[in-house]
């Protein structure tokens, strides 16, 4: 996606809310390796997130795992608080895991096109992107973003009785693509 898609995503999409985000990139070879391997997630997760207001961050700073008072950003500068980070002209989308902990990213790999598994490549790729990454946050380049999509869209609020009880529910509606590449 280009910066403008992005942003107008980050623009229609709520705070913290939890939205299927979709990317593709080049995988870190060894020297000397020629195939074209990529790497292609799918996850539900946030963005948007004031990171500080984090029950994990705020746990890890009262246990002296942080520091007691944020530092700010270790590289890059806000290009769009708290969504885009820019660095040396290319811009990140900065993304949170989703609520829940039971739904895990979906991650394949391709070497020149063909999807592969991760134990057919691993002899040519870089130690570091074999591991699985633990965190409060990371970042995506937004060149290599394909999708951002919400799981629902609650546009309304359905009012009615049941006996002689009254009740609203929220009601969802299906999947809404924010932007696609």
Not at 39 to 64: C, P, W
Not at 78 to 88: A, F, N, Q, R, T
Not at 111 to 125: D, F, K, S
């Amino acid at each position: 996606m280009n910066l403008d898609q992005v942003k107008q995503a980050v623009e229609t999409t709520p705070k913290g809310a939890n939205i299927v985000l979709e990317w593709v990139r080049p995988v870190k070879t060894l020297k000397g390796v020629s195939d074209k391997i990529t790497k292609s997630v799918r996850m539900i997760g946030r963005i948007g997130v004031e990171y500080d207001n984090l029950t994990a961050v705020q746990d890890k700073r009262e246990s002296g795992e942080l520091p007691s008072v944020n530092a700010g950003l270790p590289w890059g500068k806000w290009s769009v608080y708290p969504w885009l980070i820019e660095h040396k002209d290319t811009f990140y989308l900065r993304l949170y895991k989703g609520t829940s902990a039971t739904v895990h990213p979906e991650v394949h790999f391709f070497r020149n096109g063909v999807e592969v598994a991760l134990n057919e490549i691993a002899p040519y790729i870089l130690a570091s992107e074999k591991e699985e990454k633990h965190g409060d946050c990371f970042t995506c380049k937004t060149e290599n973003i394909t999708r951002i999509h919400s799981e629902y869209e609650w546009v309304s609020l359905v009012q009615g009785q049941v006996g002689q009880e009254k009740i609203t529910v929220a009601v969802p509606t299906p999947a809404k693509v924010i932007a696609t590449l």
